[in-house]
Protein backbone atom coordinates (compact mmCIF):
# COMPACT_ATOMS: atom_id res chain seq x y z
CA UNK A 1 0.00 0.00 0.00
CA UNK A 2 1.55 3.41 -0.96
CA UNK A 3 -1.21 5.14 1.72
CA UNK A 4 -1.50 8.69 1.20
CA UNK A 5 0.29 10.01 -2.09
CA UNK A 6 0.78 14.18 -2.43
CA UNK A 7 2.07 15.61 -5.57
CA UNK A 8 3.66 17.75 -6.15
CA UNK A 9 5.72 17.74 -3.55
CA UNK A 10 7.74 21.37 -4.60
CA UNK A 11 5.82 24.47 -6.51
CA UNK A 12 6.53 28.07 -7.14
CA UNK A 13 3.84 29.92 -8.30
CA UNK A 14 3.19 33.41 -9.37
CA UNK A 15 0.69 35.36 -7.51
CA UNK A 16 -3.10 34.94 -9.40
CA UNK A 17 -2.00 31.84 -11.19
CA UNK A 18 -4.03 28.82 -10.04
CA UNK A 19 -2.97 25.34 -9.65
CA UNK A 20 -4.05 21.82 -7.95
CA UNK A 21 -2.66 20.03 -5.56
CA UNK A 22 -3.42 16.84 -5.41
CA UNK A 23 -3.96 13.83 -3.09
CA UNK A 24 -4.75 9.89 -2.95
CA UNK A 25 -5.36 7.21 -0.46
CA UNK A 26 -5.12 3.74 -1.20
CA UNK A 27 -6.63 2.85 2.19
CA UNK A 28 -10.43 3.33 1.09
CA UNK A 29 -10.81 5.69 4.11
CA UNK A 30 -14.10 8.08 4.26
CA UNK A 31 -12.58 10.68 5.77
CA UNK A 32 -9.84 12.88 3.61
CA UNK A 33 -9.16 16.54 5.11
CA UNK A 34 -6.14 19.22 3.89
CA UNK A 35 -4.12 21.25 6.33
CA UNK A 36 -1.30 23.91 5.63
CA UNK A 37 1.51 24.54 8.15
CA UNK A 38 2.91 27.68 9.07
CA UNK A 39 5.48 28.20 11.80
CA UNK A 40 4.13 28.61 14.93
CA UNK A 41 0.79 28.20 13.80
CA UNK A 42 0.45 24.38 13.57
CA UNK A 43 -1.72 22.43 11.65
CA UNK A 44 -4.49 24.63 9.90
CA UNK A 45 -7.84 22.55 8.86
CA UNK A 46 -8.59 23.89 5.07
CA UNK A 47 -11.06 21.73 3.97
CA UNK A 48 -12.42 18.00 4.89
CA UNK A 49 -14.61 15.44 3.54
CA UNK A 50 -16.59 12.42 5.67
CA UNK A 51 -17.37 10.43 2.04
CA UNK A 52 -17.13 11.00 -1.83
CA UNK A 53 -19.48 13.89 -2.56
CA UNK A 54 -19.77 15.23 0.29
CA UNK A 55 -17.27 17.79 1.64
CA UNK A 56 -17.18 21.08 4.18
CA UNK A 57 -15.12 23.70 5.29
CA UNK A 58 -12.24 24.17 7.74
CA UNK A 59 -10.87 26.60 9.80
CA UNK A 60 -9.14 28.72 7.02
CA UNK A 61 -11.07 27.56 3.48
CA UNK A 62 -10.84 30.90 2.12
CA UNK A 63 -9.22 30.88 -1.10
CA UNK A 64 -9.26 27.47 -1.45
CA UNK A 65 -12.01 24.93 -3.47
CA UNK A 66 -12.15 21.14 -2.77
CA UNK A 67 -14.08 18.60 -4.83
CA UNK A 68 -14.76 14.37 -3.57
CA UNK A 69 -15.84 12.67 -6.61
CA UNK A 70 -14.32 9.00 -5.79
CA UNK A 71 -13.51 7.47 -2.17
CA UNK A 72 -9.76 7.70 -3.36
CA UNK A 73 -9.00 11.29 -4.57
CA UNK A 74 -9.20 14.94 -2.61
CA UNK A 75 -7.65 17.58 -4.82
CA UNK A 76 -7.52 21.45 -3.56
CA UNK A 77 -7.63 23.77 -5.91
CA UNK A 78 -6.22 27.86 -5.45
CA UNK A 79 -8.02 29.52 -7.28
CA UNK A 80 -6.07 32.42 -7.43
CA UNK A 81 -2.65 32.20 -5.28
CA UNK A 82 -1.40 34.86 -3.48
CA UNK A 83 1.57 35.29 -1.39
CA UNK A 84 -0.35 34.54 2.12
CA UNK A 85 -1.08 31.37 0.99
CA UNK A 86 2.63 30.52 0.78
CA UNK A 87 2.83 26.93 3.23
CA UNK A 88 3.63 23.90 3.58
CA UNK A 89 0.00 21.81 2.79
CA UNK A 90 -0.83 18.17 4.16
CA UNK A 91 -3.27 15.96 2.83
CA UNK A 92 -4.11 13.52 5.37
CA UNK A 93 -6.54 10.42 5.60
CA UNK A 94 -8.40 8.05 7.65
CA UNK A 95 -11.59 5.64 8.09
CA UNK A 96 -13.16 8.28 10.40
CA UNK A 97 -12.42 11.62 11.79
CA UNK A 98 -12.18 10.25 15.31
CA UNK A 99 -9.55 7.29 14.45
CA UNK A 100 -5.84 7.23 13.47
CA UNK A 101 -5.20 9.94 10.38
CA UNK A 102 -2.49 9.27 8.03
CA UNK A 103 -0.71 11.65 6.84
CA UNK A 104 0.52 12.26 2.67
CA UNK A 105 4.88 14.18 2.65
CA UNK A 106 3.48 17.41 2.05
CA UNK A 107 3.48 19.52 -0.69
CA UNK A 108 6.13 22.71 -0.20
CA UNK A 109 3.78 25.76 -2.00
CA UNK A 110 5.56 28.90 -2.91
CA UNK A 111 3.76 32.21 -4.01
CA UNK A 112 5.81 34.85 -5.52
CA UNK B 1 -15.25 27.76 17.15
CA UNK B 2 -13.77 24.53 17.67
CA UNK B 3 -10.08 26.08 19.17
CA UNK B 4 -6.48 23.84 20.93
CA UNK B 5 -4.76 25.61 22.94
CA UNK B 6 -1.01 23.80 23.25
CA UNK B 7 1.97 24.63 25.44
CA UNK B 8 5.08 25.17 25.80
CA UNK B 9 6.00 26.30 21.79
CA UNK B 10 9.62 24.69 22.86
CA UNK B 11 11.07 22.08 25.60
CA UNK B 12 14.52 21.40 26.00
CA UNK B 13 15.76 18.28 28.10
CA UNK B 14 18.41 16.51 29.53
CA UNK B 15 18.64 13.16 27.61
CA UNK B 16 17.39 10.63 30.18
CA UNK B 17 14.40 13.12 32.22
CA UNK B 18 10.74 13.65 31.37
CA UNK B 19 8.95 16.02 29.11
CA UNK B 20 5.35 16.93 29.59
CA UNK B 21 3.39 19.17 26.88
CA UNK B 22 0.08 20.06 27.73
CA UNK B 23 -3.15 21.11 25.57
CA UNK B 24 -6.31 22.78 26.59
CA UNK B 25 -9.69 22.55 23.78
CA UNK B 26 -12.59 24.90 23.51
CA UNK B 27 -15.46 22.45 22.44
CA UNK B 28 -17.15 20.11 25.41
CA UNK B 29 -18.18 17.89 22.56
CA UNK B 30 -14.74 16.52 21.57
CA UNK B 31 -14.66 13.03 22.24
CA UNK B 32 -10.59 11.95 20.50
CA UNK B 33 -7.61 13.48 21.50
CA UNK B 34 -4.62 12.17 19.45
CA UNK B 35 -1.05 13.06 19.66
CA UNK B 36 1.36 13.32 16.34
CA UNK B 37 5.05 13.37 15.89
CA UNK B 38 6.44 15.41 12.90
CA UNK B 39 9.95 14.58 12.06
CA UNK B 40 11.91 17.00 9.79
CA UNK B 41 10.83 17.01 6.18
CA UNK B 42 7.68 14.23 6.91
CA UNK B 43 4.08 14.63 8.01
CA UNK B 44 3.00 14.00 11.26
CA UNK B 45 2.91 10.42 12.72
CA UNK B 46 0.24 8.99 15.38
CA UNK B 47 2.50 8.15 18.49
CA UNK B 48 -0.55 7.57 20.91
CA UNK B 49 -4.37 8.69 21.63
CA UNK B 50 -7.20 8.83 24.09
CA UNK B 51 -11.14 8.71 23.93
CA UNK B 52 -13.23 10.57 26.89
CA UNK B 53 -13.91 7.47 28.10
CA UNK B 54 -10.82 7.25 29.68
CA UNK B 55 -8.34 9.08 31.69
CA UNK B 56 -5.27 7.79 31.59
CA UNK B 57 -3.37 5.45 28.44
CA UNK B 58 0.16 4.58 28.52
CA UNK B 59 2.55 3.00 25.81
CA UNK B 60 6.09 1.70 26.99
CA UNK B 61 7.57 5.52 27.63
CA UNK B 62 5.11 7.20 26.20
CA UNK B 63 1.88 8.13 28.89
CA UNK B 64 -1.81 10.84 27.76
CA UNK B 65 -3.76 11.77 30.64
CA UNK B 66 -7.21 13.47 30.37
CA UNK B 67 -9.11 15.86 32.61
CA UNK B 68 -12.62 16.67 30.50
CA UNK B 69 -14.21 18.39 33.16
CA UNK B 70 -11.00 21.42 32.85
CA UNK B 71 -10.71 20.47 29.13
CA UNK B 72 -7.45 19.17 29.14
CA UNK B 73 -5.04 16.54 28.22
CA UNK B 74 -1.44 16.27 28.68
CA UNK B 75 1.83 13.98 27.01
CA UNK B 76 4.04 12.58 29.30
CA UNK B 77 7.64 10.92 27.50
CA UNK B 78 9.66 9.19 30.15
CA UNK B 79 13.58 8.61 30.06
CA UNK B 80 13.81 10.81 26.96
CA UNK B 81 16.29 10.02 24.03
CA UNK B 82 17.77 12.19 21.18
CA UNK B 83 15.18 10.54 18.86
CA UNK B 84 12.37 12.02 20.54
CA UNK B 85 13.64 15.04 19.58
CA UNK B 86 10.81 16.28 17.24
CA UNK B 87 7.55 18.84 16.63
CA UNK B 88 4.78 17.04 18.73
CA UNK B 89 0.98 17.97 17.74
CA UNK B 90 -1.59 17.37 20.12
CA UNK B 91 -5.00 17.42 18.40
CA UNK B 92 -9.13 16.95 19.47
CA UNK B 93 -12.05 15.97 17.56
CA UNK B 94 -15.72 15.81 17.78
CA UNK B 95 -17.90 13.32 15.59
CA UNK B 96 -20.65 16.11 16.13
CA UNK B 97 -18.66 18.87 14.36
CA UNK B 98 -16.76 16.53 11.95
CA UNK B 99 -13.59 18.36 12.27
CA UNK B 100 -9.81 17.63 14.06
CA UNK B 101 -8.59 20.15 15.20
CA UNK B 102 -4.58 20.97 15.76
CA UNK B 103 -2.57 22.64 18.74
CA UNK B 104 0.17 24.74 17.97
CA UNK B 105 3.07 22.66 17.87
CA UNK B 106 5.59 21.82 20.66
CA UNK B 107 9.53 21.35 19.58
CA UNK B 108 11.46 19.08 21.50
CA UNK B 109 14.87 19.03 21.78
CA UNK B 110 16.93 16.33 23.51
CA UNK B 111 20.10 16.89 24.73
CA UNK B 112 22.53 14.07 24.87
Known amino acids: NAGVTQTPKFQVLKTGQSMTLQCAQD?????MSWYRQDPGMGLRLIHY???????DQGEVPNGYNVSRSTTEDFPLRLLSAAPSQTSVYFC???????????FGQGTRLTVV | GENVEQHPSTLSVQEGDSAVIKCTYS??????FPWYKQELGKGPQLIID?????GEKKDQRIAVTLNKTAKHFSLHITETQPEDSAVYFC???????????FGQGTTLQVKP
Open chain 2, 91 to 101: AASSSNTGKLI
Open chain 1, 92 to 102: ASSLEVDTEAF
Open chain 1, 27 to 31: MNHEY
Open chain 2, 27 to 32: DSASNY
Open chain 2, 50 to 54: IRSNV
Open chain 1, 49 to 55: SVGAGIT
